[in-house]
Structure formats: C-alpha cells, structure tokens
C-alpha cells in the first residue's frame, strides 16, 4: 500500500540509531512489526485469578533447575 505521510524527523533518527534498518521503508516495517506484537501480547494483570497451581507444586525448586 502506498501512502505520503509527514514523519518527524528528529523520531525518525532517533528510530534509525536504534535500529539496523537502512531505510526509511525498511524502518517503518520494523516499527509496525513491533507495534503489532506489542499490542499481541497479553497483559499479565488480565491472567490473574485464571491461573491455578497444583497442590505441591514449587516454583522455587523450578528455577533451579532452569539455572
């Protein structure tokens, strides 16, 4: 899809010395992208309450494992 858009240009160097993209189509999509899975992921606030632990069970034990 092509669209003209005024972009600033302070934001637009700020989002290229944090980013490998070498062009502004390239900066763009890499923006997009990562707005669209930030806006994918679950809040961890709306999971509470819907989690249920099994009697026994030990988180401690798992992180050392994990280590």
Do not use: P
Not at 17 to 42: D, P, Q, W
């Amino acid at each position: 899809m092509r669209t003209n858009i005024v972009l600033d240009d302070e934001l637009v160097k700020e989002a290229f010395s944090v980013s490998k993209a070498k062009t502004k189509k390239e900066l763009i999509h890499e923006a997009l992208r990562e707005f669209v899975s930030l806006r994918k992921r679950k809040d961890l606030t709306e999971l509470a309450g819907s989690i249920q632990f099994h009697k026994g069970y030990d988180h401690k034990k798992l992180r050392k494992t994990r280590g």
